[in-house]
């Protein structure tokens, strides 16, 4: 038992010392397979760096672009949007005569617009007629309040041909008519 023991160690030792020759052995070749293998991994990190600095800079290019193509598009839909506003705002053929007849026409071209935009959905139709009555005399009321006979029936003729994306947009159609034909209150100001 004893020699087997002693053999243990020493076995032990001599694998030991043979690994490491080894390691040393290629680690020390100066044309071997450790230095090839530690310039390719260094030439891997570095083509990895510079294909990430790339994307990087492609990745804030493109986000670049998009804004630009983005703000260019909602320039031009601001554009076309205006552009339909002046296009409405103009004085009707037939004028009504004093501001009271022309905002009752306001408030009756308001009605109107209100059961096109709501024509396709009851729900909303329904909830129109609800507030109806009150929703005219606001109408009413802001246009004796803010503009001119002359204004009110632009606003009026606008509020008629009013359709898509300008519902979303009477109030700016009554500020165009008083910037143009005049007004009183904030919108004259303002």
Known sequence: MSSLSSRTPLS?????????????????????????????IAKALDMRAEIDANKQAADE?????????KQAEEARAKAALDA??????????KPVKGLKKA?????????EMMKRRWAEDAKEL???????????AEVREKCR????????????HALRQTEGELYENTSELMRRCVKKFGGAGDLARG
Do not use: Q, W
């Open 103 to 111: 905002c009752d026409d306001v408030a009756d071209a308001h009605d």
């Open 12 to 40: 032990l030792s001599v694998l030991l010392a043979l690994a490491t020759s080894l390691a040393l052995a290629c680690d020390g070749d100066e044309g071997g397979e450790g230095k090839k293998n530690a310039g390719s």
């Open 61 to 69: 290019e493109f986000e670049r672009e998009y804004a630009a193509k």
């Open 126 to 136: 329904m909830l129109y007629f609800d507030r109806r009555r009150a929703e005219r």
């Open 145 to 156: 309040l803010n503009t001119s006979a002359d204004s009110a029936n632009c606003y009026a």
């Open 84 to 93: 339909k506003i002046e296009a409405i705002t103009v004085m009707p053929a």
